[in-house]
């Protein structure tokens, strides 16, 4: 089956480094999505790896290891409006969007 | 800019009942994606459509039907409704078909069936 793992909560303080871990096993491979989502709200696309690396826009960036089945979602200077769920999605080899359950962040001042 | 217009943003419905949602995708983007969302819960894929034509099937229950329009406008019908209808409903479109994960998603319209 497809599976999309990541931490149900993480908690931070306002101005600190958080990293938010994903792991998937989907049938292929076309590309990592972040999304941020805050509560009552639509989805709204952060990021987007398909190749290994690092992608980095602004206090945001996510990594992707493909051999490894991994990437992370590195926030930067965190600030209030931070606080909100992130979202893993993988496109797979039949292009279907397979979503993670979501990492909700909680920032701490 | 435009964004992914979604009408109406709020609905209640009693069980059994009918209701039908819609979306206007941004200019020019030929994908448009029905997902439905529970409280603490990741988006469910329903339905899209590329070119006013089906294109992916997720798990949308057979009591619900869809359709994209000639000006690319969707619309999600759902009948019989039941208490476990009862969540946020997003649409969302893409410029680039199938073939992308990045998504504009509407606002959203929340259903709920008393």
């Known amino acids: 089956g497809q599976n999309i793992d990541q931490p149900t909560e993480m908690t931070a303080t306002e101005g600190a480094i958080v990293q938010i871990n994903c792991t998937y096993q989907?049938?292929?491979?076309?590309?990592l999505f972040w999304y941020q989502q805050h509560a009552g709200e639509a989805p709204t696309f952060l990021s987007y790896?398909?190749l290994d690396g690092l992608e980095e826009k602004g206090r945001f960036s996510s990594f992707l290891s493909r051999s490894k089945g991994y990437s992370y979602l590195l926030l930067k200077e965190l600030q209030m409006k931070d606080s909100a769920s992130y979202l893993c999605?993988?496109?797979?080899?039949?292009?279907?969007?397979?979503w993670g359950a979501g990492t909700k962040l909680i920032i701490k001042p | 800019a435009a964004g992914v217009i979604q009408s109406p943003r709020h609905l209640i419905k009693e069980k059994r009942e009918t209701a039908t949602l819609k979306c206007y995708p941004i200019?020019?983007?030929?994908?448009v994606y029905w997902y439905q969302q529970g409280p603490g819960q990741d988006p469910q894929f329903l339905i899209s459509?590329?070119?006013?034509?089906?294109?992916d099937k997720g798990s949308i229950p057979d009591r619900f039907s869809a359709q994209q329009f000639s000006d690319y406008h969707s619309e999600l019908n759902m009948s019989s409704l039941e208490l476990g209808d009862s969540a946020l409903y997003f649409c969302?479109?893409?410029?680039?078909?199938?073939?992308?994960?990045?998504?504009?998603f509407g606002e959203g319209s929340r259903l709920t069936v008393l």
């Open positions: 969302a479109s893409n410029p680039s078909g199938r073939h992308s994960g990045e998504l504009f």
């Open positions: 200019p020019r983007h030929d994908t």
């Open positions: 459509f590329y070119e006013k034509m089906q294109s």
């Open positions: 989907t049938s292929g491979f076309n590309g």
């Open positions: 790896n398909v």
């Open positions: 999605a993988v496109l797979d080899s039949n292009y279907q969007l397979i």
